[in-house]
């Protein structure tokens, strides 16, 4: 069973910054391209950052392009999304999971999704 425990959110005013993190256990995270994802409320869960298995490659949706920072250790097993310039249409709750094709925001999942964390931007 793939476990995905994502943290680091929170509430934040416009303009901050929030560095998210996910650990990954349960498979051989290396061997996977992996995305971050979020979904805010009434709306469908999207990928907004992607990176290759090396963590050379990596994409962005054209919204977050420029501020968010997406990168991987693989020996610690854990992904991470800088987040900086923080807008209130980026509140939502951020998830990381799989994905299938990081040049093509191609969506993928180990099958299950994690809790989630929080990201409110806010005055």
């Known amino acids: 069973q793939v476990q995905l425990v994502e943290s680091g959110g929170g509430l934040v005013q416009p303009g901050g910054s929030l560095r998210l993190s996910c650990v990954v256990s349960g498979t051989m995270f290396s061997a996977y391209h992996m995305g971050w994802y979020r979904q805010a409320p009434g709306k469908e869960r999207e990928l907004v950052a992607a990176?290759?298995?090396?963590?050379?490659?990596?994409n962005y949706q054209y919204s977050v392009k420029g501020r968010f920072t997406i990168s991987r250790d693989n020996d610690k097993n854990t992904m991470y999304l800088n987040m900086n310039s923080l807008k209130p249409e980026d509140t939502a709750v951020y998830y990381c999971?799989?994905?299938?094709?990081?040049?093509?925001?191609?969506?993928?999942?180990?099958?299950?999704w994690g809790q989630g964390t929080q990201v409110t931007v806010s005055s």
């Open positions: 990176i290759a298995m090396g963590g050379i490659n990596v």
């Open positions: 999971n799989q994905v299938k094709s990081t040049a093509l925001m191609v969506s993928a999942t180990f099958g299950s």
